[in-house]
């Protein structure tokens, strides 16, 4: 069955994560998803990072269920064919750092509603329309940086780091763009009313952080440096063991006293100084050193087979197998259908499926990220224009 928002057209004139990734949610949800690139292509098509098949990985995995179509804006003739399109659109979004590079390329937001009056376009701007940094260019560890990510970061009593390895604030920040443009639609089926949306990144990182800054208010104390740990739960964080690292999380008592007897020291249940989690945070540098001297007794994997058999929640840190063929893997994942391997142009590829699942309308991923112009004349074919083409490229 069709997705719920089958006969939904969406145009993304986005780059490397924050609109894509919103879109492709779109996709997964059932909407025709048109992805238009300039000439060039999407920035992160180009191998500055891990690639597959010479294509980049963010590329491929941000990507998927859309349709790829490449014009160049600045010329007039495809600036014309662009809005053809968004007259065929529902819904167009770009994450440009403001909103005056789409202005520019005369298909702002004034030029898209006279064309459509229905169309409903987000602009996710780096830090905002209005104010001293409007138009300042932005990615993952620049908004980790101004959102205050980097000075909780690192190891006790060390240098502020980055979070490196997964880009969540991207991806929390393409979430709200999704969500804000399904209240969009909401809205314009009630009342028929197109509208422009306007998000940014540097807004979606503070929402990210707002437990963190309502600690800070409440207490008056500045948060620190903690390596893995979580300053309101203890223990909650990563040990190193005799053969690797595991990560474990006690969520309340009762688990407690389970870890206790797994790591063979019934007797820290009952201790005083560690009987509950206020006593254990309060007594966190005395309870600490005595874990990490159990976990080194043994190896990641056999503390993982006993915490599991004790109903403590664990995990090993893996580094002999890759991290999407782990996840795939997994009993949990596999029965829940998390995730898909799809045939792409540049290989196959672990992918996430819809986080959604109806009890009506199924959710899918229609085709791999397609190459640059891959679908140019079949879309044109839909626009009736059969005079004008430009050559795919790989």
């Known amino acids: 069955m069709a997705g719920p928002l089958e006969g939904i057209r969406v145009l993304d004139f986005g780059m490397a994560a924050v609109g894509p990734l919103a879109t492709t949610y779109l996709g997964l949800l059932g909407a025709d998803v048109i992805k238009v690139e300039q000439p060039s292509g ?3 098509r180009r191998p500055s990072g891990p690639t597959m098949g010479g294509m980049g990985t963010t590329f491929i995995g941000n990507n998927h269920t859309k349709r790829g179509v490449c014009l160049d804006l600045k010329d007039d003739a495809e600036r014309e064919i662009a809005c053809k399109l968004v007259a065929t659109a529902d819904v167009t979004l770009d994450n440009f750092r403001s909103g005056d590079i789409m202005e520019r390329l005369g298909l702002g937001y004034e030029v898209q509603r006279r064309i459509n009056p229905r169309i409903i376009y987000l602009q996710a701007s780096a830090f905002g329309n209005r104010g001293p940094w409007k138009g300042m260019l932005s990615h993952e560890w620049m908004t980790q940086a101004a959102g205050g990510y980097t000075s909780l970061n690192g190891k006790p009593g060390g240098k502020p780091e980055f979070l490196r390895g997964t880009a969540n604030l991207d991806w929390n920040a393409a979430m709200l763009n999704c969500i804000g443009l399904l209240a969009a639609l909401y809205v314009r089926r009630k009342t028929g009313r197109g509208m422009k949306i306007e998000t940014s990144q540097l807004h979606a990182t503070a929402l990210a952080g707002l437990t963190r800054y309502a600690e800070y208010f409440s207490t008056g104390a500045v948060p620190e440096r903690m390596g893995s740990a979580r300053p309101h739960i203890v223990p909650d964080q990563a040990f190193a063991t005799g053969l690797g690292a595991i990560s474990v999380s006690v969520i309340h008592n009762g688990v407690w006293a389970r870890l206790c007897e797994a790591l063979g020291v019934p007797e820290l249940a009952a201790d005083p100084r560690f009987v509950t989690n206020a006593a254990r945070v309060a007594n ?3 309870l600490i050193p005595l874990l990490e001297a159990r976990f080194k007794k043994k190896a990641a994997w056999q ?9 403590v929640p664990c995990a090993q840190y893996r580094r002999d197998t890759p991290r999407t063929h782990a996840v795939k893997d997994h009993p949990q994942t596999r029965a829940n259908r998390m995730m898909d391997t799809i045939e792409t142009p540049w290989g196959r590829c672990n ?3 819809a986080q959604w699942r109806f009890s009506r309308d199924s959710t899918a991923i229609a085709r791999p990220a397609p190459r640059l112009g891959e679908h140019q004349q079949e879309i044109l074919h839909e626009l ?5 083409s430009r050559a795919s490229a790989a």
């Open 42 to 44: 999407d920035i992160v």
């Open 284 to 286: 966190r540098e005395a």
């Open 303 to 311: 503390w993982e087979e006993a915490l599991k058999a004790h109903g």
């Open 351 to 353: 992918v996430s499926r």
């Open 384 to 388: 009736g224009i059969t005079d004008r």
